[in-house]
């Protein structure tokens, strides 16, 4: 073997590893490697913690439970003392921010702040820049606007964009990193993964959320159609409307304007459910006004609708914060509209919530119109039915009631026996009382028993019989058509002071044996009052007759007056119907 061969195998360490060896100090090399292996555990431990963090928030279906998950998860992930999520508002919203979700601060210290963020500073600059942003001082920054009063000192800061598909949803707010002065680049990239995952979590929860409202929508709307089947009134129904449209909302305040009939420019509150109710029940807002709130559809209370608002409700500008309008349409007299509305210091209605609202306004229309159909057609129905009842009893019945009395008035000179003449005469008189007492119970048939006093039909009658009450006689009273269904409120009125001036002249002044009255409801309402006197006295024509020609012009008809050829006159009081 050579020498060198031998010299090697001979010497156990080689001179330059011996060297090397003693050079090194053994506690050191230890340490390094156990530092190495606690990161190793460190990173496998936080990987586990994002892997369970990311599992629990993608199995809740709730938005509300998924946001806080998610800011809940990120503070434990990165050591965070304070963390907040801010959902981003609609495009154009003065306050970028929608809603706030915090994590690390108590109720008590919320409340003392002076206001939410609104999406400025640092806040801002990440919505207009959704990228991550990584700050050793808040205050330093250049874009840093300062802290609302009584918010806690903040000043490292770990910012991150949630992204659902390409909508930046909203953002992740991360400070006071605990035991560091500052977040560091594991953090950031943790925060990403995390809101990566968030992304698609909110996105299954928001689709959820919106199966979920909308089947409530089609509750609604199913509960209300069963409701206007079972025979609710229009009041009832616009009520009914009201009260759901504010739960499934969550407003605090829901109310449904109606176009007034000949006024234009004018909408009246029909229905109003939440608060105020009884303040905001029957105002009146102008068109103009009500069609910039539909413009909107999502917006603040401002301006001359605020002030309306105000003014009506007896409140303090600005006690209303929040408006989302849709239009509603009930009749052909023009556009209704659904308005919600929530108090100051609630979040804006979501723009997403429109079309359900609007869906749900539709049905609703169409449901109440389909409603109204149905009773207008059973109430005209109703009517030919107790018409032809009342036209038999008053063309057979009292007929040939009246046809015995008469014969028995005939007979009357021809006894002579004095207690038979007053047992004749008694039979007579129970004769035209029966007559009167039949008429009564036509002019009964004439109504529904849905009637009630702002019935036109029913006033009419009423008004005939309490003019003509003082008097011996029983007017005849014929209605025809859908008086009470095609009839505005207003016209009704004027119609009901007609009939009550033209019987009480023909009562009073034509001195009248037979007065009949006819009312028709077809494209026009035609009056007809009709009487045997001897004509209306001069000094009556300057006073109620003047009186009908001026209800007449009002509702843009005319009045006319013509004697009748066999004597007595005719007044016809005719205006035209919407």
Known sequence: MPDDESRVLNDPVPRTVADTLSGLRLNELLAEVQERIGQIAATRDRLQRLLDAITMVAGDLDLDSTLRRITEAAVGLVDARYGALGVLAAPGDRNRLRSFVTVGMSEDERSHIDHEPHGEGILGLLINHPQVIRLSALNKHPDSVGFPANHPKMASFLGAPIQVRDEVFGNLYLSEKRGASEFNSDDEVVIQALAAAAGIAIENARMYEQATVRRRWLAASSKLQAELLSGATLESALGLAAVHTRELLKADTV?????????????????????????????????????????????????????????????????????????????DTGEGTLVALRHRGSPLFSSLKLPDVVSFAQDAALAIRAAEGQRAQHLLDVLSDRERIAADLHDHVIQRLYGCGM???????????????????????????????????????????????????RRLLDATAQMSADSKLSPAVYLSGAVDTLVPVEIADHAEAVVREAVSNAVRHAHASHIVVSAEAGDDLVIDVTDDGKGIPEEVVHSGLANMERRAQTCGGNLTIAPMPEGGTRITWQVPLP
């Not at 029909?270 to 999502?298: C, N, Y």
């Not at 000179?413 to 007053?422: D, I, K, L, S, T």
């Not at 008189?429 to 019935?455: H, N, P």
């Open 255 to 331: 109310f449904i304007a109606l176009p007034e009939p000949y006024e234009d420019d004018l909408l009246r509150v029909k229905a109003v459910d939440g608060d105020f109710d009884d303040r905001l029940m029957g105002i009146t807002l102008t068109a103009p006004v009500m069609s910039e709130v539909l413009k909107a559809g999502v917006s603040e209370v401002e301006g001359e609708f605020a002030a309306l608002l105000a003014a009506a409700a007896k409140t303090p500008p600005g006690e209303f914060a929040a408006v989302l309008a849709v239009p509603i349409q009930i009749s």
């Open 407 to 457: 014969n028995l008035q005939a007979t009357l000179p021809r006894v002579n026996e004095p207690g038979a003449r007053r047992r004749i005469q008694t039979v007579v008189e129970e004769l035209d009382t029966t007559i009167r007492e039949i008429r009564t119970s036509i002019f009964a048939l004439q109504s529904t028993s849905e009637d009630s006093s702002g019935s036109l039909r």
